[in-house]
T-cell receptor, first 114, second 112 residues
Framework: NAGVTQTPKFRVLKTGQSMTLLCAQD?????MYWYRQDPGMGLRLIHY???????AKGEVPDGYNVSRLKKQNFLLGLESAAPSQTSVYFC?????????????FGDGTRLSIL | AQTVTQSQPEMSVQEAETVTLSCTYD???????LFWYKQPPSRQMILVIR??????QNATENRFSVNFQKAAKSFSLKISDSQLGDAAMYFC?????????FGSGTKLNVKP
């Protein structure tokens, strides 16, 4: 039972490069989320999706794009990486049906922009 | 807007003793859910305990319990008989419908 899987786990980019982070979940969850975690700031929501084909902006969406073409996958893209995007990125998913259900998290992606 | 505040950036506790981590939140909603997550150095986010706002009874999970004060919008976590493995970052989270809001975290140190 894999749960939420993030790819890659580590990546180093140069300023201006682009990349895509992949999140896959096998729990048939409707909701998926991308967060960034920076020291002293907890988790900040970048974008989220309430279903296949739908996405919405979170708290810190600038510089990122997302897509959810399949229910099980949620992609986070950086079109032109900037040093301010150096962070640990977490993907999470949750079910729609019961509000007391928590989010399930991937193991995170550590991204460094030089 | 919903906000979650953890006012203790770092705390220490002696092994086998009890520690309480604080969390307050701001909301105008009445039906919501609260969670505590643990993040050890491995970076995994692990659910510790959950509380439904409509329940008056405080949730407990083995050595972990909460003090939920709905009127005060307070949701503190008590860890009894602290163990070395409890050392981690702890995050308080609030869920309303499809959105989750997290506090900035409390780093818990456990001294042998």
């Amino acid at each position: 039972n894999a749960g939420v899987t993030q790819t890659p786990k580590f990546r180093v980019l140069k300023t201006g490069q682009s990349m895509t982070l992949l999140c896959a979940q096998d729990m048939n969850h409707e909701y998926m989320y991308w967060y960034r975690q920076d020291p002293g700031m907890g988790l900040r929501l970048i974008h989220y999706s309430v279903g296949e084909g739908t996405t919405a902006k979170g708290e810190v969406p600038d510089g990122y794009n997302v897509s959810r073409l399949k229910k099980q996958n949620f992609l986070l893209g950086l079109e032109s990486a900037a040093p301010s995007q150096t962070s640990v990125y977490f993907c999470a998913s949750s079910t729609r049906d019961r509000g007391n259900q928590p989010q399930h998290f991937g193991d995170g992606t550590r991204l460094s922009i030089l | 807007a919903q906000t979650v505040t953890q006012s203790q950036p770092e705390m220490s506790v002696q092994e086998a003793e009890t520690v309480t981590l604080s969390c307050t939140y701001d909301t105008s909603e009445s039906d919501y859910y609260l969670f505590w997550y643990k993040q050890p150095p491995s970076r995994q986010m692990i659910l510790v305990i959950r509380q439904e706002a409509y329940k008056q009874q405080n949730a407990t999970e083995n050595r972990f319990s909460v003090n939920f004060q709905k009127a005060a919008k307070s949701f503190s976590l008590k860890i009894s008989d602290s163990q070395l493995g409890d050392a981690a970052m702890y995050f308080c989270a609030y869920r309303f419908r499809n959105k989750f809001y997290f506090g900035s975290g409390t780093k818990l140190n456990v001294k042998p």
